[in-house]
């Protein structure tokens, strides 16, 4: 882990924000994609690492990559002060991705500091919450969408096997090759740069990846994710499209679901992005919001 800010001993001011908000993952963000000036603030028990460009002020992490952004530790109310003295008069603040429980300290903090900001909604992550075993939670599904699933799980594993999945923290080239023969824009995300982000991850930011093999214990899906004490959160997933008659997606992201229960977490945060089947797997929207202002 890069040891460019200290955030030791700190915990998110947010709940359930996985590794976004820490020094792992951030550092292995700012090494790969940073721009501007970095400009961590520590403040007794709170922090805040931003990223300043211009007359511009971000929170560190683009919104594309990183799923949640928040303040950490309990004295944000000094953290704000000092952001605001170390800023040009006439500088713009823009903080996305912060859950309600960030956005509503940060709006009074940084009031209190003396600089307004406004609170609008602009994404959400979309979060399961799960019961004791696979079979509870299939029942929690809508009649039809349950019966698509345990169709699509019987056919996979009566053409291609039981689906297993292989935790392979080395795997990493496994899943870039699979990711990049998507069509369209999911396979040109693939760039060398995110992949050398990606394997900065698995050492940084604990980032694990799960691969989903057929009975020949041949690769057909891979996710790339993160877990907690009681959540898995999951980051990017690819498939191999030669398969995709034994609907590899829908059996990965169940088998996943499976094996965060039998692990005792009960959170399965599909993070941000609006595609439809997290919906139909029953996760709900957490809004994140986004803060605007100038110093």
């Known amino acids: 882990m890069t040891d460019w800010v200290d955030l030791a001993g700190l915990e998110a001011l947010a709940p359930h924000t996985g590794p976004f908000p820490h020094a792992g993952f951030l550092g292995a963000w700012w090494h790969h994609r940073g721009r501007g000036v970095l400009t961590p603030v520590r403040a007794g028990e709170g922090a805040l690492v931003l990223v300043v460009d211009g007359r511009l002020a971000t929170l560190a992490g683009e919104a594309e990559l990183t799923d949640y952004h928040s303040p950490l530790g309990t004295d944000l109310g ?15 603040l823009a903080f996305d991705s912060l859950p309600i429980e960030a956005a509503e300290e940060m709006v009074k903090q940084f009031g209190v500091a003396g600089v307004s900001l406004t609170m609008t909604e ?12 696979l079979e509870a939670y299939l029942e929690t599904l809508e009649g039809k969408q349950r019966h698509e699933v345990r169709r699509k799980r019987r ?15 080395q795997a990493v080239g496994e899943f870039v090759a699979m990711h990049r023969t998507a069509p369209g824009v999911k396979g040109e995300f693939m760039t060398s740069g995110i992949e050398g982000f990606f394997g900065s991850l698995i050492d940084d930011a604990g980032a694990v990846i799960d691969v989903l093999v057929d009975g020949d ?8 994710g993160f877990e907690d004490e009681d ?3 999951l980051y990017n997933s690819a498939f191999d499209p030669g398969r995709a008659a034994l609907s590899p997606g829908i059996v990965l992201v169940t088998s996943l679901i499976e094996a965060v229960i039998a692990s005792g977490r009960r959170r399965f945060d599909f993070l941000k992005g609006g595609e439809e089947y997290k919906a139909r797997l029953g996760a709900d929207p957490r809004p ?3 803060l605007e202002g100038v110093v």
Not at 128 to 133: C, K, Q, R
Not at 155 to 169: C, K, N
């Open 122 to 133: 602009h994404d959400a992550a979309m979060v399961l919450e799960l019961p004791g075993d």
């Open 288 to 290: 994140l919001y986004l």
């Open 78 to 92: 000094t953290v704000a002060g000092e952001v605001v003295d170390s800023l040009r008069p006439g500088c713009r």
């Open 217 to 224: 214990g041949r690769p057909v899906g891979a996710a790339f």
């Open 155 to 169: 056919r996979f594993a009566a053409q291609a096997g039981p689906p297993v999945l292989r935790r392979d923290p």
């Open 231 to 233: 959540t898995y959160y």
